[in-house]
């Protein structure tokens, strides 16, 4: 799985003019599921995301997570958007292929699967809908964005 996670001060994600799901500050994380991926990748992915230490600390040295973004135990927000695009293959031409992402009912099943253990996992999680033609609106913050990928077992 691919996930791009922007820090962010506030982020919110509309369909056809209406929020769908809204953070105050957090990450937004575009995810994206590859062919071959499993359960077994959300899962990895879910827990760098929650562990990852990219938020500030009282210093201004990033040593806090989203789960302890305020540093007293407060969690920042996660809002997952479905994002195929991230698995874009552009060494071939000018047109990008996306052969690499899953098929959409596996994407689906994988991306509904890592919103349902993040709800499970964290505080605040919201989503975007999955294949629907979405507006992001977001804060960037530093701004601090950093590419994950959770490659499945080759074979």
Same mark, same amino acid.
């Given at each position: !799985?691919? *996930?791009?996670?922007? #820090? @962010?001060?506030?982020?919110r994600v509309e369909v056809h003019g209406q929020t769908v799901g809204a953070i105050g500050a957090g990450l937004l994380?575009? @995810?994206?599921a590859e062919r071959g991926d499993t359960e077994a990748e959300a899962d990895k992915l879910l827990a760098k995301i929650l562990k990852l230490r990219i938020f500030s600390d009282g210093a201004g040295k990033m040593n806090r997570s989203v789960q302890d973004l305020d540093g007293q135990g407060k969690a920042g927000g996660l809002l997952l958007v479905s994002q195929f695009t991230l698995a874009a293959d552009t060494t071939g031409g000018n047109r990008p292929s996306f052969t690499q992402a899953a098929a959409p009912e596996e994407g689906q099943r994988l991306y509904h699967y890592l919103v349902a253990r993040a709800q499970a996992a964290h505080a605040v999680v919201q989503?975007? #809908?999955?294949?629907?033609? !979405?507006? @992001?609106?977001? @804060?960037?913050?530093?701004?601090?964005?950093?590419?994950?990928?959770?490659?499945?077992? *080759?074979?």
């Amino acid at each position: !799985m691919i *996930a791009l996670l922007q #820090r @962010v001060q506030q982020a919110r994600v509309e369909v056809h003019g209406q929020t769908v799901g809204a953070i105050g500050a957090g990450l937004l994380v575009l @995810v994206c599921a590859e062919r071959g991926d499993t359960e077994a990748e959300a899962d990895k992915l879910l827990a760098k995301i929650l562990k990852l230490r990219i938020f500030s600390d009282g210093a201004g040295k990033m040593n806090r997570s989203v789960q302890d973004l305020d540093g007293q135990g407060k969690a920042g927000g996660l809002l997952l958007v479905s994002q195929f695009t991230l698995a874009a293959d552009t060494t071939g031409g000018n047109r990008p292929s996306f052969t690499q992402a899953a098929a959409p009912e596996e994407g689906q099943r994988l991306y509904h699967y890592l919103v349902a253990r993040a709800q499970a996992a964290h505080a605040v999680v919201q989503s975007g #809908r999955f294949a629907a033609d !979405m507006q @992001v609106h977001l @804060v960037n913050d530093g701004p601090v964005t950093i590419p994950l990928r959770m490659a499945p077992p *080759a074979g």
